[in-house]
């Protein structure tokens, strides 16, 4: 029998589903639109433990220095154990289109920061949804140079501590290599004495949240 071509349609439905900790500033009110921090944590927190999320990054800010949020919604997700952040776009992308549904945010200001697997999470989701994002912090992670022009347009401050050995500094910079020969606003700091832990550093630095608050999304 000869081969046929033949057309197949049909809508399908996927749930997905993301548990998070929710950080709202002392000013908090609906009317007014606030700047958005989504934040990836590395991969020691994975799991239904939300209290894992607090132990690094701007969950841990916000419980013990919530004056650097004051200007800030900021959302941290749980990422289940057994994958991995580059594994949920599609639950991460709906949180973030929930979080704007659900909370007094802006959208032109919505930031995406991680570290470790976070940080990887952080360059591959703004790397495939670019347009979400007014600026990234992502923190010794790594990601894929080829796919560098796609944020060409986002500014993106890069951090690495020189001694890690988990993730070697290298994988930043080869981003931001990348980057600066496509054109690319990107800036690379590396601590010379940290190690894999280069995020308490860089979320104690009241610099790096000024430094969100001078970008938006063109429109």
């Given at each position: 029998m000869?081969?046929?071509?033949?057309?197949?349609?049909?809508?399908?439905?996927?749930?997905?589903?993301?548990?998070?900790?929710?950080?709202?500033?002392?000013?908090?009110?609906?009317?007014?639109?606030?700047?958005?921090?989504?934040?990836?944590?590395?991969?020691?927190?994975?799991?239904?433990?939300?209290?894992?999320?607090?132990?690094?990054?701007?969950?841990?800010?916000a419980d013990e220095q919530p004056e650097l949020l004051a200007r800030f919604v900021a959302v941290s997700p749980q990422c289940p154990m057994g994958t991995y952040w580059t594994h949920e776009q599609n639950a991460l992308n709906a949180l973030l289109d929930h979080a704007l549904e659900?909370?007094?945010?802006?959208?032109?200001?919505?930031?995406?920061?991680?570290?470790?697997?976070?940080?990887?999470?952080?360059?591959?989701?703004?790397?495939?949804?670019?347009?979400?994002?007014?600026?990234?912090?992502p923190i010794c992670g790594g990601g894929e140079p080829y796919g560098a022009v796609r944020l060409k347009a986002m500014p993106i401050w890069v951090f690495h501590g020189a001694k890690d050995r988990i993730v070697r500094p290298a994988e930043s910079r080869r981003m931001v290599r990348a980057l600066r020969a496509v054109g690319g606003n990107v800036k690379l700091t590396i601590y010379p004495e940290a190690d894999h832990d280069s995020w308490t550093e860089t979320y104690n630095n009241p610099e790096l949240y000024d430094w969100f608050l001078q970008h938006r999304l063109p429109r």
């Open positions: 000869p081969q046929q071509a033949l057309a197949f349609e049909r809508s399908v439905t996927r749930t997905v589903s993301l548990r998070y900790l929710l950080h709202l500033p002392p000013g908090y009110r609906d009317g007014e639109r606030w700047p958005l921090i989504v934040f990836l944590h590395g991969m020691g927190e994975r799991g239904d433990d939300l209290e894992r999320v607090k132990i690094h990054g701007i969950a841990r800010v659900q909370y007094a945010v802006d959208a032109d200001r919505v930031y995406l920061t991680g570290l470790s697997m976070g940080g990887f999470g952080a360059w591959f989701w703004g790397m495939t949804c670019p347009e979400r994002f007014a600026a990234m912090a």
